[in-house]
C-alpha cells in the first residue's frame, strides 16, 4: 500500500520568482517524515510539488524529477488526477465541503471518482472514520454537516477523506497548527497508526511534533527573503535533534536562529 | 484628570466610577410629543403644508430636542450615539416606505378586478364598453417568453461565469468580462431592436415562407440578452467567493477539475448564484420594449411562442393604462399587481428550492 518517494534537483517556480532549490530526498514507505524549517522556506511548495498541487496556482511550474515507486510523476502522459488519488494531501486548515454531510464528507473521494455501490460506500465510510478515531464521535449524526464539528474533529473528518480513498502517500501540511493541544494529541496518535499503512511526510513549525512523531526530518532554510528555499539537513530525526551535521540545524532546533 | 476621564453632567468618569446617568424614557416620548406639536403648530398655524411636512418637521424637532436633552444628561458621546441610531432608524424607514406604498397601492387598486374572469379570459373581443376581459393571453406570454429566456440564460451565464473564474486567464478573459460589463447598461429597447433586425426580418423569414414574422420567441431571445449580464456577473461573484481550499481538498481527492466545480464549488454557490437568477428573471419580466417590438402585443390567446403574436403583462399593463376605455384601467392596474405576485412567488420557489439543497 505504502510507496516510496524520490526527489531529485526539484525546483518550484512561481513565474520567475524561484521558490526552493535543488531539494533532493528519499522518503521510505511507512514512514514518517517530518520538514522543519522557518516561514518561507519553501517546505510548503516542496509537499504541494509532490503530489502536483503546485501547479494548481497559476504560472507555477517545476524542474527536477519527482518519483513514486520509479514513475515520474511529472511525465507528459502522466494523468495529474491518478497521482493525486495515489498521493493525498490534509490542508492546514479543516476544509470539509460546507454542502455536505459528515458521511458524504468521507466518501466525497470515492463518490466523485464513480463509486456508486451504497454497501461500498458505508463499509469506506465506517473504516476511514475508525482509522481517523473518529466514528465513536459522529456515528449518531453522520447526516448532520460536516462544518459543524469542530477544529479538532473537522480536521480528522478531512484525514479521513484522504485516506477513504486508499492512497499510497499521505501529505499533511501543518494539520495541528489551527488545533489545541488535545486535538493535535489526538491528531499524532493517528499518524502513528496510520504509519502501518501510509507514508506520510509533514509539514510542521512546532519541532517538538517532529521530534515525537518522525522517523526521518529534513530541514529546509533560506539564505535570506527572495533567495529560493533549500534543504539542508536530511537525516534521521534522532540525529537531527541531538547531533546535527550542519551549523543552521542545530541554530534552529537551539531556537538560535537569526 | 487622567487622559480618559470626562466630565458628564456633573458626574465625573474615573476608573472608580464608570456609572452615569440615563435619559428616561418617559422624557425620550415626552420629547418625540413636544417636537410634533411644535411642527404641527408651525406648519398648519402658518398654512405651508399638510400632515407629512408635520411629520418631517416633527422627526428634525425630535432629533434636536433628543440631542440636547441627552447631551444634558448622560453626556456628549452618548447623545451623539443616541442621534446616530435615531438616524440610522429613519434612513431604514425611508427605504422601505416607498416599497410598502407600492404595494398597497398594487392591492387597494388592483383588487377590483382579481376576478376568476380575468385570469380565464383575454382581451379578444373586447370593446371599450365591456367591463369584462382579462389577461390571461398575457399572463401565458409572460410566463412561456420569461421562461424560455430563463432556460436559455441559466445555462449560458453560469457556464460563462464558471469559464471566467475557473479557467479563463490572460486576455481573452479580460475582454469577455469587459464585454459583459457593457451589456449590463444595454437599454432594453436596444436589446429589442437587435433582435428585431437579426432575428424577426432576417432569421424568421427563413421559416415563415420568406415573411418576418412576430414571436414569443423573438421576446425571449432580447429578454436573453438582457438576462445574461446579470446572470454572469452575479453568478461570477458567488464563485469567487467559494473558498479556494475547498477546490484543493476536492482536488487532493483525485476529483478532476469539471467535477470538483460540479459537486463542491457550484453547490457552496448555490444560494447567491439563484438570487442573481432571480433577479434577472423579475427584470426580464417587468420588460414592455422588447416584447411590444418583436412579439406586437395581442389581444387574443396564443399558445405557441414560436409563431404569431404574443402579449406580456407588463404589455399588457402599457396597453391597458393608456387605453380610453373606462375599464381599461381596472384591467391595468391588477395586471401589475398579477406580474408583481408572480415574481414574488417565483423568488420565494427558487429561495425554497436553493434552501433544500443546504444542510440544516
Known sequence: MAKRIEASGVSSYYGSFKAIDGISMTVEPKTITALIGPSGCGKSTFLRSINRMHEVLPNARIEGRLTIDDQNIYDPDVDVTAVRRMIGMVFQRPNPFPTMSIYENVVAGLKLNGVKKKSVLDDAAEKSLKSANLWDEVKDRLNRPGAGLSGGQQQRLCIARTIAVEPQVVLMDEPCSALDPISTLAIEDLMFKLKDRFTIIIVTHNMQQAARVSDKTGFFSIDKTGEPGRLIEYDDTQKIFSNPTEKKTEDYITGRFG | ?360
Open chain 2, 1 to 360: 484628570m487622567s487622559l480618559l476621564e470626562r466630565e458628564t453632567s456633573g458626574v465625573v468618569m474615573t476608573p472608580d466610577n464608570i456609572r452615569t446617568r440615563k435619559l428616561p424614557v418617559a422624557i425620550d416620548l415626552g420629547i418625540a410629543v413636544v417636537a410634533l406639536v411644535l411642527a404641527a403648530a408651525i406648519v398648519l398655524g402658518a398654512g405651508i403644508g399638510n400632515w407629512v411636512l408635520v411629520i418631517v418637521v416633527g422627526a428634525i424637532l425630535y432629533l434636536v430636542g433628543l440631542y440636547f436633552a441627552a447631551g444634558r444628561v448622560e453626556g456628549k458621546r452618548a447623545a451623539k450615539n443616541k442621534i446616530a441610531r435615531a438616524m440610522i432608524y429613519s434612513a431604514c424607514i425611508l427605504a422601505v416606505l416607498p416599497l410598502a406604498s407600492v404595494v398597497w397601492t398594487l392591492v387597494s387598486k388592483g383588487a377590483a378586478r382579481l376576478d376568476g374572469d380575468f385570469f380565464g379570459s383575454s382581451m379578444n373581443n373586447i370593446g371599450a364598453r365591456d367591463a369584462n376581459g382579462g389577461a390571461y393571453h398575457a399572463i401565458i406570454g409572460t410566463l412561456e417568453q420569461v421562461g424560455i429566456a430563463t432556460l436559455m440564460a441559466v445555462p449560458l451565464g453560469v457556464l460563462g461565469a464558471i469559464y471566467l473564474v475557473e479557467y479563463g486567464r490572460g486576455r481573452f478573459a479580460l475582454t469577455v468580462r469587459f464585454f459583459v460589463d457593457v451589456m449590463t447598461g444595454i437599454p432594453s429597447i436596444v436589446a429589442g431592436l437587435f433582435v428585431l433586425a437579426f432575428w424577426v426580418l432576417i432569421v424568421s423569414p427563413w421559416f415563415n415562407n420568406g415573411t418576418p414574422r412576430f414571436s414569443g420567441f423573438a421576446a425571449s431571445l432580447a429578454l436573453t440578452v438582457l438576462m445574461l449580464p446579470t446572470i454572469v456577473r452575479s453568478t461570477e461573484e458567488m464563485l469567487r467567493l467559494v473558498p479556494g481550499p475547498l477546490r484543493e481538498g476536492a482536488y487532493a481527492l483525485g476529483v478532476p477539475q469539471w467535477k470538483t466545480i460540479l459537486r463542491v464549488v457550484l453547490p457552496t454557490a448555490l444560494p447567491g448564484i439563484v438570487t442573481g437568477v432571480m433577479l434577472a428573471v423579475a427584470r426580464a419580466a417587468g420588460e414592455t420594449a422588447p416584447v411590444l417590438l418583436v412579439a406586437g402585443g395581442a389581444a387574443a390567446i396564443n399558445m405557441d411562442p414560436f409563431s404569431g403574436n404574443q402579449s406580456s403583462l407588463s404589455l399588457f399593463v402599457y396597453q391597458q393604462a393608456s387605453d380610453a376605455s373606462k375599464f381599461a384601467p381596472d384591467r391595468a392596474w391588477t395586471a401589475a399587481l398579477t406580474l408583481v405576485a408572480l415574481v414574488l412567488i417565483l423568488t420565494i420557489a427558487a429561495k425554497l428550492l436553493a434552501r433544500r439543497n443546504r444542510l440544516s
